[in-house]
Protein backbone atom coordinates (compact mmCIF):
# COMPACT_ATOMS: atom_id res chain seq x y z
CA UNK A 1 0.00 0.00 0.00
CA UNK A 2 0.90 3.46 -0.86
CA UNK A 3 0.80 5.82 2.61
CA UNK A 4 2.19 8.93 0.39
CA UNK A 5 -1.32 9.33 -0.93
CA UNK A 6 -3.24 9.93 2.75
CA UNK A 7 -0.16 11.63 4.13
CA UNK A 8 -0.02 14.63 0.87
CA UNK A 9 -3.46 16.24 2.52
CA UNK A 10 -1.78 16.96 5.94
CA UNK A 11 0.54 19.76 4.71
CA UNK A 12 -2.67 20.75 2.52
CA UNK A 13 -4.77 21.22 5.93
CA UNK A 14 -2.10 23.13 7.72
CA UNK A 15 -1.57 25.69 4.44
CA UNK A 16 -6.10 25.79 4.77
CA UNK A 17 -5.45 26.82 8.46
CA UNK A 18 -3.15 29.55 8.01
CA UNK A 19 -4.73 30.87 5.23
CA UNK A 20 -8.18 30.92 7.21
CA UNK A 21 -6.01 32.60 10.55
CA UNK A 22 -4.88 35.21 7.65
CA UNK A 23 -8.43 35.96 5.92
CA UNK A 24 -9.86 36.08 10.02
CA UNK A 25 -7.38 38.47 11.15
CA UNK A 26 -7.94 40.72 8.27
CA UNK A 27 -11.70 40.41 8.86
CA UNK A 28 -11.54 41.15 12.90
CA UNK A 29 -9.05 43.82 12.02
CA UNK A 30 -11.42 45.71 10.17
CA UNK A 31 -13.97 44.84 12.22
CA UNK A 32 -12.53 46.19 15.80
CA UNK A 33 -11.67 49.24 13.66
CA UNK A 34 -14.90 50.42 12.76
CA UNK A 35 -16.55 49.49 15.60
CA UNK A 36 -14.38 49.79 18.69
CA UNK A 37 -15.04 51.99 21.41
CA UNK A 38 -12.36 54.66 22.02
CA UNK A 39 -10.01 55.96 19.80
CA UNK A 40 -6.72 54.68 20.72
CA UNK A 41 -7.61 51.12 22.09
CA UNK A 42 -9.33 50.40 18.47
CA UNK A 43 -6.15 51.05 16.30
CA UNK A 44 -3.59 49.05 18.71
CA UNK A 45 -6.05 46.30 19.08
CA UNK A 46 -7.07 45.76 15.21
CA UNK A 47 -3.02 46.29 14.28
CA UNK A 48 -2.31 43.27 17.08
CA UNK A 49 -5.13 41.39 15.16
CA UNK A 50 -3.19 41.71 11.83
CA UNK A 51 0.27 41.40 13.20
CA UNK A 52 -1.74 37.73 14.75
CA UNK A 53 -3.13 36.63 11.84
CA UNK A 54 -0.23 37.03 9.96
CA UNK A 55 1.70 35.53 12.59
CA UNK A 56 -0.52 32.19 12.43
CA UNK A 57 -0.19 32.46 8.54
CA UNK A 58 3.45 31.93 8.44
CA UNK A 59 3.43 29.31 11.39
CA UNK A 60 0.77 27.02 9.82
CA UNK A 61 2.60 27.65 6.25
CA UNK A 62 5.97 26.46 8.35
CA UNK A 63 4.63 23.70 9.40
CA UNK A 64 3.03 22.56 5.93
CA UNK A 65 6.14 23.18 4.54
CA UNK A 66 8.12 20.98 7.49
CA UNK A 67 5.54 17.82 7.30
CA UNK A 68 5.57 18.21 3.09
CA UNK A 69 9.35 17.77 3.40
CA UNK A 70 9.13 14.86 5.73
CA UNK A 71 7.07 12.99 3.82
CA UNK A 72 9.03 13.52 0.81
CA UNK A 73 12.52 12.03 2.49
CA UNK A 74 10.20 9.53 3.79
CA UNK A 75 8.79 8.48 0.11
CA UNK A 76 12.31 8.99 -1.20
CA UNK A 77 13.96 6.06 1.77
CA UNK A 78 11.56 3.84 0.87
CA UNK A 79 12.15 3.65 -3.28
Known amino acids: MNSEKPLKYIPLAFKGLG ?3 AVLGLVFFI ?17 LALILGFFYLLFFWTIAEVIGLLIRIEANTRN
Open 19 to 21: LIS
Open 31 to 47: IILVGGGTPDAPRATSI
